[in-house]
């Protein structure tokens, strides 16, 4: 299973999180205060996608996440979020083999808009 995260940091705020909702145009993860949040006050907004290989599901997550996004830029600026605030995390489970590729245009996607990606890959629990 993978599991393609959309990540976007900001001073904690209910209106910053909402406006990100409404700029975005999809409905994000639950928020949950965790143990190292100060306030009530969401400080990151997330959308996840899963692509489940077993069967058979691919996502093509860094364009679809590029696509949310690059319109979005400059209304995200006027709301204080930075790109260096924008995050994208695959965390990969696997059983046999971990083994990821990428193509270079959506790498320089990236690498052109100032995007971050991280990878987390671990053993599926049996």
């Not at 999809?26 to 306030?39: C, L």
């Not at 949310?68 to 083999?97: A, M, R, S, T």
Request: glycine fraction near 4%; charge should be negative; charged fraction near 35%.
């Amino acid at each position: 299973m993978k599991y393609q995260n959309l990540y976007i940091d900001f001073e904690p705020s209910w209106e910053t999180y909402n406006k990100v909702t409404e700029i975005i145009g999809r409905i994000p993860q639950k928020h949950e205060k965790s143990e190292f949040d100060e306030t009530n006050e969401p400080s990151t907004w997330w959308l996840q996608l899963l692509e489940d290989e077993e069967n058979d599901i691919y996502v093509d997550f860094i364009n679809v996440f590029m696509d949310l996004l690059e319109p979005k830029f400059d209304k995200l600026k006027n709301i204080g979020i930075e790109k260096e605030n924008i995050l994208i995390w695959l965390v990969y489970e696997y059983e046999q083999q971990c083994a990821l590729g990428f193509n270079p245009k959506e790498l320089e996607r990236l690498g052109k808009n100032g995007i971050a990606l991280n990878i987390d890959c671990h053993e599926r629990r049996k």
